[in-house]
């Protein structure tokens, strides 16, 4: 077992984000052998540019306020709190804060 602690964790940035900083809670080499788990949190008008993870999928779980996620068509995928969306390994997306509250996500990623 390993507990993680409420203020445990290392920030950091990821590419292609703004408006934005991240605490990676969990991952290799303290014990995964693949999954990363980490708290982002978006602010107003915050987002991430249309990108993909060749070699990982996703999961996003909206913790706090509001977000949409684009695919590569411009299809919108509306999120609030307690909704979930998974991406594949190679799916492109977009993501966009709505509202003018920060939205806080817990992000899963695993290897393909």
Request: glycine residues 12%; contains cysteine; proline residues 6%.
């Amino acid at each position: 077992m390993h507990l993680i602690k409420a203020g445990e964790g290392t920030v950091y940035q990821a590419p292609n984000h703004f408006n934005f900083w991240g605490i990676r809670k969990f991952g290799p080499p303290e014990g995964s052998k693949g999954i990363n788990i980490s708290i982002s949190e978006f602010l107003p008008d915050g987002g991430a540019t249309l990108s993909a993870s060749a070699d990982k999928e996703r999961l996003y779980c909206v913790l706090r306020g509001t977000m949409t996620v684009l695919d590569e068509a411009g299809t919108t995928y509306p999120m609030e709190e307690g909704d979930m969306i998974h991406i594949a390994p190679g799916e492109k997306r977009e993501i966009r804060v709505t509202g003018s509250v920060a939205c806080r996500t817990l992000v899963v990623m695993s290897p393909a």
